[in-house]
């Protein structure tokens, strides 16, 4: 597997992988992509809901894509286009049924890009990722915020315009903070969220708000979901997180102050302190669950870690 340039100083994390060029210089060429939608060589993948068809055989995972002309009818859209010039859109609809795509010694299955992003090759991952993060946002933005006048894809499915008043909308992003934070013995915050199963802990997170940075809002949700302050905020890598739009942004930080934990007990039911020993004693003894992978939480706490961590990691 390689990143490319697409994970910041997080190489190889499972979603910013992607090896398709988008090919966004084509997305206004109508003609070119009415030949490209025609050409047999065409490869369609469909999504519905964030799920895809993945075919497992011979030990690995695969995307299933169907040839242009057995594409359900959806909302289309441009992935991108490969070395060999093999032209790739997604569509958001139905989801072909196993048999039609079946082929022997293999076996299809619908499946979610947390389950199977980390398995797919660096193509496939890239083209799921881009296909469900459009195709969740067109089934969100069928309507003008303005008016309420249906909207109509364009730009190759990278864009939405009202029939209406002609506003153009683009597809969105919430961009979100994620964050590990030490003390000065280099000890780890982790922390566990009201909504998660009991033992699970991880580093804190929260969305950027409006007319804030995200070294703001890092020092921000810190501050607010554990009374620790903290400075030397800096970015660690990122990783798209279409579920439903979601880009998340890495940080380490560093704690300033005060190393007492106060929880808002609200989004936070407890925080502590985990040394490396403390961490891996309490990942052995089932005390503790961190977050699997792909998440991004996974990684930054593996980079601080320094090495695999069993157990339930
Ligand atoms: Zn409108």
Redesign the pocket.
Known sequence: MSAGPGAGGLPDLALSRGEVDRAAARRSDTEWLAQAWADPRTRVLVVDAGRALVRSGGGHDELVFVPAAQAPDGVRFLLGIDAEDVVYFGVAGPLPHPDSVQVPGSEVRSATLREVGPQLSDRDVGLMTHAVALGNWHAVHTH??????V?EPELAGHARR??????EHFPRLDPAVIMLVTDPEDRCLLARNAMWPEKRVSILAGFVEPGESAEQAVAREVHEETGITVGDVHYVGSQPWPMPHSLMLGFRASATGSLEIRVDAEEIVEAHWFSRDELRAAVASGEIRLPPPPSIAHRIIGSWYGSPIGGNW
């Open positions: 003008c915020p303005r008016d309420g006048a909207t009202c029939v209406a008043d002609g506003s």
